[in-house]
């Protein structure tokens, strides 16, 4: 079956859901998501969202720590026009009826996270992100333009390569008509045609073992762009969040936000000995990449699994009133972090590359768009500053629907577009060979391309990931596909990117660090 649109939005998280808000009044919109809309890492984020808004705080400094934590590789032009435009961001997720978190006085109640020289987090308690899903999930659903599809799988954007023409990355105008989208309903493959695309589907956590990311973040769209021979960069980067519950099994990890430690908590070993002072005068509040590693060396020198968050320090008032979420899931476990030591452990959190962008959040691809988490625009460079991502999704999807409405103007939908053609697919026999590869791919990355890396680990990984590569592409090839396969098939295009372009970098910069570079 064929849809037209003006406007395709792949993803229905901050940044999708953003743009198409913005979009649907010059046109038709399909937004499409792979499960239900609200099941993404947006609606999981907890600290908050990064944005100058008091007066003690201003654009020069929130500049400025953004390019210390990018550790020399942020573009200083887009952190600042980023920056410049938070304040006007947020004042717009204000007028839609986002809740922030106030004090008796009226003025936002900031919190301080990593990396922070000043107090500038906007927060709903430690939700953040579930009350900016609600409120513009609330406002698409409203809107009558906008058409909302639930479980739509996309498989793969759609180029001139489908029309017969050969692409390569050097292919100057590699031009998008759309995408092929799964309906989980019907179990078909539909095929999208639309004047413009926009790409939001979020993050790549699950390449990894232990994250913070929910299980649809599996790097999709920047698994497309790659296949589709688009330009993608900075993928060693991975943020790798220095607290999370150590609570084996459980998936995906429970985060405990770094406002806790900008709340005053502390970290120490299993022999209680607060180590921080050892690694950064920053202490506990130092960047993320620094904090990660210190634990990841502390547990290396004890041999422990993990090790303690004391949040002792903090009053049971503090940690009820700004941490409820997280005191309860502690409780829930059998800890009451306002009496014990919490258990915390680092899991990847997030990925600072992706399909690069300019300012306008046009890929290299024509018609094609990318924001949020799985763009590259060159705000976080070498390491995300904390909460720095929602507001660059806001402000990215705001250049992204000033840029497209212009385009879609003078565009046509191209309609020589072939349906997917299944003709020879069989059902795939058995699950296991897709679930037993996951968990590999996932080992792979977690034994070898974690936190600390060397260059036999990567070349180890390398050549295990090529195994699977080439069996899962065999699978691929012959089978009617699912969304187990897919996301397979793209979490190991993502293990790829991360381990090569993990071994181009002969420099240990932000979050990439290697034994073997000097
Ligand atoms: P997401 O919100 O992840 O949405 C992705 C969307 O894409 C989903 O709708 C999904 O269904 C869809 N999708 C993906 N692939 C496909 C496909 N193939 N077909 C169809 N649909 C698809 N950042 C901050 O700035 N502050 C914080 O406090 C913060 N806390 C965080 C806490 C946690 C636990 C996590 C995991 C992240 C946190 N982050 C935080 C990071 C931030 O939440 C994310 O970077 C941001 O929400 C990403 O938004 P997004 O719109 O790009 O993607
Ligand atoms: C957190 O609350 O610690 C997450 C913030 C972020 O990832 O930016």
């Known amino acids: 079956m064929k849809r037209v649109t003006d406007f395709l939005v792949i993803g229905t998280g901050i940044a999708g859901l953003s743009y198409a808000l913005k979009v649907a009044d010059y046109g038709g919109v399909l937004l499409v998501a792979k499960s239900l809309a609200d099941e993404g890492s947006t609606n999981y984020a907890q600290g908050g969202i990064a944005a100058v808004v008091d007066a003690l705080d201003s654009y020069e400094k929130h500049i400025k720590d953004t390019l210390i934590a990018g550790d020399g590789l942020c573009d200083e032009e887009v952190v600042?026009?980023?920056?410049?435009?938070?304040?006007?961001?947020?004042?717009?997720?204000?007028?839609?009826?986002?809740?922030?978190?106030?004090?008796?006085?009226?003025?936002?109640?900031?919190?301080?996270?990593?990396?922070?020289?000043?107090?500038?987090?906007?927060?709903?308690?430690?939700?953040?992100?579930?009350?900016?899903?609600?409120?513009?999930?609330?406002?698409?659903?409203?809107?009558?333009?906008?058409?909302?599809?639930?479980?739509?799988?996309?498989?793969?954007?759609?180029?001139?390569?489908?029309?017969?023409?050969?692409?390569?990355?050097?292919?100057?105008?590699?031009?998008?008509?759309?995408?092929?989208?799964?309906?989980?309903?019907?179990?078909?493959?539909?095929?999208?045609?639309?004047?413009?695309?926009?790409?939001?589907?979020?993050?790549?956590?699950?390449?990894?073992?232990?994250?913070?990311?929910?299980?649809?973040?599996?790097?999709?769209?920047?698994?497309?762009?790659?296949?589709?021979?688009?330009?993608?960069?900075?993928?060693?980067?991975?943020?790798?969040?220095?607290?999370?519950?150590?609570?084996?099994?459980?998936?995906?990890?429970?985060?405990?936000?770094?406002?806790?430690?900008?709340?005053?908590?502390?970290?120490?070993?299993?022999?209680?000995?607060?180590?921080?002072?050892?690694?950064?005068?920053?202490?506990?509040?130092?960047?993320?990449?620094?904090?990660?590693?210190?634990?990841?060396?502390?547990?290396?020198?004890?041999?422990?699994?993990?090790?303690?968050?004391?949040?002792?320090?903090?009053?049971?008032?503090?940690?009820?009133?700004?941490?409820?979420?997280?005191?309860?899931?502690?409780?829930?476990?059998g800890i009451d972090i306002s009496k014990e030591l919490l258990p915390v452990v680092p899991a990847a959190h997030y990925s600072c590359g992706g399909i690069v962008v300019d300012e306008n959040a046009c890929t290299s691809i024509e018609r094609l768009y990318a924001s949020g988490e799985c763009s590259c625009t060159g705000l976080h460079g070498a390491n995300r500053l904390a909460s720095n991502s929602l507001l660059e999704a806001l402000v990215f999807s705001h250049r992204a629907y000033l840029h497209a409405v212009e385009v879609v103007r003078d565009t046509e939908i191209c309609s020589d577009i072939p349906e997917w053609n299944s003709e020879g697919m069989v059902l795939n026999e058995e699950m296991i060979l897709i679930t037993q590869s996951l968990k590999e791919v996932q080992t792979i990355m977690s034994s070898y391309v974690g936190i600390v890396r060397s260059n036999?680990?990567?070349?180890?990984?390398?050549?295990?990931?090529?195994?699977?590569?080439?069996?899962?592409?065999?699978?691929?090839?012959?089978?009617?596909?699912?969304?187990?396969?897919?996301?397979?098939?793209?979490?190991?295009?993502?293990?790829?990117?991360?381990?090569?372009m993990s071994m181009e970098r002969r420099e240990n910069r932000g979050l990439h660090y290697n034994v073997d570079n000097r």
């Open 456 to 500: 036999l680990r990567l070349k180890r990984a390398f050549d295990r990931l090529a195994i699977i590569h080439r069996e899962t592409e065999a699978l691929y090839n012959r089978s009617v596909h699912s969304v187990a396969l897919a996301e397979l098939r793209n979490l190991i295009k993502i293990g790829y990117l991360i381990i090569t």
């Open 80 to 333: 600042r026009f980023t920056i410049e435009d938070s304040t006007e961001r947020i004042k717009e997720l204000v007028g839609y009826g986002a809740q922030f978190d106030r004090k008796r006085s009226g003025e936002f109640d900031l919190a301080r996270e990593g990396g922070h020289s000043e107090h500038r987090v906007l927060h709903h308690k430690d939700r953040t992100g579930q009350e900016i899903e609600r409120i513009l999930l609330e406002k698409v659903r409203q809107h009558p333009n906008i058409s909302l599809l639930e479980n739509h799988f996309a498989i793969d954007i759609i180029t001139q390569h489908h029309l017969g023409v050969e692409v390569n990355h050097r292919t100057p105008d590699i031009r998008c008509y759309g995408a092929y989208v799964l309906d989980l309903k019907e179990n078909r493959i539909d095929t999208f045609l639309a004047k413009t695309t926009m790409l939001a589907t979020g993050g790549n956590g699950n390449v990894y073992a232990t994250t913070t990311n929910p299980i649809v973040a599996t790097g999709d769209g920047v698994a497309m762009v790659h296949r589709a021979k688009g330009t993608v960069r900075n993928m060693e980067f991975i943020q790798f969040h220095p607290t999370s519950l150590y609570n084996p099994g459980e998936k995906p990890s429970f985060l405990i936000s770094e406002a806790v430690r900008g709340a005053g908590a502390r970290l120490c070993n299993l022999k209680t000995e607060y180590f921080m002072a050892k690694y950064d005068k920053r202490l506990e509040l130092a960047p993320r990449d620094i904090v990660a590693r210190a634990i990841d060396n502390e547990m290396k020198i004890t041999g422990d699994d993990h090790v303690y968050l004391d949040c002792r320090g903090i009053s049971k008032y503090t940690l009820l009133q700004h941490f409820p979420t997280i005191y309860a899931k502690c409780l829930s476990t």
